[in-house]
C-alpha cells in the first residue's frame, strides 16, 4: 500500500519561513506534487519534483530525498493569504493513470 | 482559458436516491479524473477518463460511475446514495493521461449532502 504522512497543523508568524514535512511509503513513483486549497476552494498546484533536490517558485520551493522518503515544502516571507491547507501528493507507475495519491494534509495558520 | 467548471456547486439529496455530477475540463484537456474529499479520508481518487474510456478506478464501490463524452466532458453517478457519501467532489483535468509531469488543475468542486 501506499502512505504519505504530514503534520496535521503548523502555525507561522507573518514574514516568517515554514517547512512543511511529507514522509511517504510507496512502492514507486514518477514524483511528488503540492498543492494549496484554501477552506471552501480547489486544491491548486505548487510544485513538483521529478528528481531529487530542490525546486524554486518564487516564495515556495520543494525538496525530495527519495532515499530518505522524504519530502517538504518550504515557505519563505509568509503572508496572512498563505493561511490553507497543504497537500504532498504523488503519481504512482501505473501505466496511463492520472491517480494523484494524497497526503493526510497540513493546515497552516499564518498569524501577525 | 476558462478554467475547470463543475455542476451544480451544492447538492442535497436523501438516503436511497442518485446524483449525477458534470465537469467540464480546460479546453484542449483530455484527461478527467475524479476525486472524493472528506474531513476523515481526505483526498482519495475515484476514477479517470482519458478520450473516453476509463483508465484507472480507486477504491470506491461499484455504485460510484462516471463516463466521459467525446467533447471530454465527464459526469460522475453514485446510486444508493449512503449518509458517508457526503463529501466534497472534485474533478481534475490535465493534457495527458499517464504524463510523468503533466500538472493536474481542480475544478472548485460539487459540495454533496446526504440526509
Known amino acids: 500500500g501506499q502512505s504519505l504522512e504530514q503534520p496535521s497543523e503548523v502555525t507561522a508568524v507573518e514574514g516568517a519561513i515554514v517547512q512543511i514535512n511529507c514522509t511517504y511509503q510507496?512502492?514507486?513513483?514518477?514524483?511528488l506534487s503540492w498543492y494549496q486549497q484554501h477552506d471552501g476552494g480547489a486544491p491548486t498546484f505548487l510544485s513538483y519534483?521529478?528528481?531529487?533536490g530542490l525546486e524554486e517558485t518564487g516564495r515556495f520551493s520543494s525538496f525530495l530525498s527519495r532515499s530518505d522518503s522524504y519530502g517538504y515544502l518550504l515557505l519563505q516571507e509568509l503572508q496572512m493569504k498563505d493561511s490553507a491547507s497543504y497537500f504532498c501528493a504523488v503519481r504512482g507507475f501505473q501505466t496511463g493513470a492520472n491517480n494523484l495519491f494524497f497526503g493526510t494534509g497540513t493546515r497552516l495558520t499564518v498569524i501577525p | 482559458k476558462a478554467g475547470v467548471t463543475q455542476t451544480p456547486r451544492y447538492l442535497i439529496k436523501t438516503r436511497g436516491q442518485q446524483v449525477t455530477l458534470s465537469c467540464s475540463p480546460i479546453?484542449?484537456?483530455?484527461?478527467v479524473s475524479w476525486y472524493q474529499q472528506t474531513p476523515g479520508q481526505g483526498l482519495q481518487f475515484l476514477f479517470e477518463y482519458f478520450s473516453e474510456t476509463q483508465r484507472n478506478k480507486g477504491n470506491f464501490p461499484g455504485r460510484f460511475s462516471g463516463r466521459q463524452f467525446s467533447n471530454s466532458r465527464s459526469e460522475m453517478n453514485v446510486s444508493t446514495l449512503e449518509l458517508g457519501d457526503s463529501a466534497l467532489y472534485l474533478c481534475a483535468s490535465s493534457q495527458a493521461s499517464g504524463s510523468r509531469t503533466d500538472t493536474q488543475y481542480f475544478g472548485p468542486g460539487t459540495r454533496l449532502t446526504v440526509l
Open positions: 510507496t512502492s514507486g513513483f514518477y514524483g
Open positions: 479546453s484542449g484537456h483530455r484527461s
Open positions: 519534483n521529478a528528481l531529487d
